[in-house]
């Protein structure tokens, strides 16, 4: 491969796979296989090349394809797996055949065959999250359709992918009257391969930055109004100072709140919010001095909390 044959390039990549194609296969090869090619050719090949995109590949269970833009390649997901569903409607759930797919919009490095790097990478792994007959895409993908399309979107959370050094935000695509339940939050395992599931509630639309640093914002009026009243009654009840009890958990409770909303990462996250827990007890000792650091106690026991779910995940 020479260096005039390799571009690199933004664009819109689309991975797809069937759900449960071995055991599809094991079940009834022949159908399996008849129904693979009818959705390749009446399906899969004539919408990509409708929406201007470009099937790089086909695999023995999906298909990955490349468009220039990221509504056209939601817009294409969408009405291949609108028509997919309605083709197999009637099919009975043990043999229903259904495909995930996963969209993400990131510069990858074409050659004349097949198209590599991290934009492509994601979008594999975006495409593992989705259930079947769903569509799951990246935030980068999520800014550039979520004002184009007349369509809902679910936040299902930031994720730990597999081979990628940041948590990334995800994203489902809701159509055609479809609403998901509470959705599964994966977290890494031993095997990465096999996840453990955590339930997250989702929501049909996520609320821009604006309203996020609106509700910030009121979460720290009402936290602070609370102990103003608090500190009243305090001064108004006579000898004696209680207030700054309730007065350390609201500022501790703002803090956590102030980590979740300002830093990035589920990581980064739990350690902020064990940092201000631990600042919020070393205030308490320091009021209660009677010569002995017992903050240390809890803030040893956070660090030994974090270093065995290290140890688990890993």
């Keep these: 491969m020479t260096d005039q044959e390799v571009q ?3 664009a819109a990549v689309l991975a797809a796979d069937v759900a449960g194609y071995t055991r599809l296969m094991e079940a009834n090869e022949d159908a399996t296989l008849s129904a693979w090619w009818s959705a390749r050719k009446d399906v899969i090949d ?14 023995g269970d999906g298909f990955l394809a490349e468009f220039p833009t990221a509504t056209e390649a939601v817009q294409c997901a969408i009405s291949m797996q609108t028509d997919l569903a309605a083709i197999h409607s009637k099919t009975p759930k043990d043999r229903h055949f259904a495909f995930r797919m996963g969209i993400n919009l990131g510069e990858i490095v074409a050659d004349e065959d097949d198209i590599y790097g991290e934009g492509v990478n994601l979008a594999a792994r975006l495409e593992s999250l989705a259930e079947p007959g769903g569509i799951c895409i990246s935030e980068d993908v999520y800014r550039q359709v979520r004002h184009k399309l007349s369509i809902n979107f679910e936040y299902l959370g930031e994720k730990s992918l597999k081979n990628l050094s940041e948590d990334e935000a995800v994203y489902h695509v809701s159509f055609g009257g479809k609403r998901r339940g509470p959705t599964k939050v994966k977290r890494r395992s031993p095997d990465r ?8 509630a989702s929501s049909n639309f996520i609320p821009n930055l604006e309203e996020q640093k609106d509700r910030f914002l009121r979460h720290a009026k009402v936290l602070g109004a609370i102990w103003i009243i608090l500190f009243v009654i305090d001064i108004s009840t006579g000898p004696g100072i209680w207030a700054y009890w309730p007065g350390i958990a609201i500022a501790t409770i703002w803090g956590i709140v102030a980590v979740l909303f300002h830093v990035n990462g589920w990581r980064k996250r739990m350690m902020g919010c064990y940092a201000v827990i631990v600042a919020g007890l070393a205030v308490v000792n320091l009021i209660t001095w009677s010569g002995y650091p017992w903050v240390l ?4 026991v956070l660090i030994v909390i974090e270093l065995g779910r290290r140890l688990v995940v890993r």
């Design 297 to 300: 106690w809890p803030a040893a």
């Design 8 to 10: 690199r390039r933004l």
């Design 46 to 59: 004539p919408t990509v090349a409708r929406y201007r995109g470009r099937i790089v590949k086909h695999t």
């Design 193 to 200: 391969g096999v996840r453990h599931a955590q339930p997250q």
